[in-house]
């Protein structure tokens, strides 16, 4: 399985929008820093996940995450 996920940083200034084939042990490299993106910022939470079968799938929504369109419906339904 894959899946798309949005992370938020506790205080809820940053967010970051990913894919991965490990939910739980993606989050512990955010906030282990060792991901060059979201080193700076911690510690992380995840406020939002989706699974897929096909990785594909997953990356086409990380795409829609990260449009306008996708950043209004997450304001909106997270």
């Given at each position: 399985?894959?899946?798309?996920y949005?992370?938020?940083t506790?205080?809820?200034?940053?967010?970051?929008?990913?894919?991965?084939?490990?939910?739980?042990?993606?989050?512990?490299?955010?906030?282990?820093?060792n991901?060059?993106?979201?080193?700076?910022?911690?510690?992380?939470?995840?406020?939002?996940?989706?699974?897929?079968?096909?990785?594909?799938d997953?990356?086409?929504?990380?795409?829609?995450?990260?449009?306008?369109?996708?950043?209004?419906?997450?304001?909106?339904?997270?």
């Open positions: 399985m894959y899946y798309t949005v992370i938020e506790l205080d809820g200034k940053h967010r970051y929008v990913g894919h991965c084939k490990n939910l739980n042990s993606q989050l512990n490299q955010h906030n282990a820093r991901v060059k993106a979201t080193r700076d910022n911690r510690p992380w939470k995840i406020i939002h996940s989706e699974k897929f079968k096909v990785k594909n997953a990356i086409y929504r990380e795409k829609f995450f990260k449009s306008v369109n996708g950043e209004s419906w997450l304001k909106e339904n997270v």
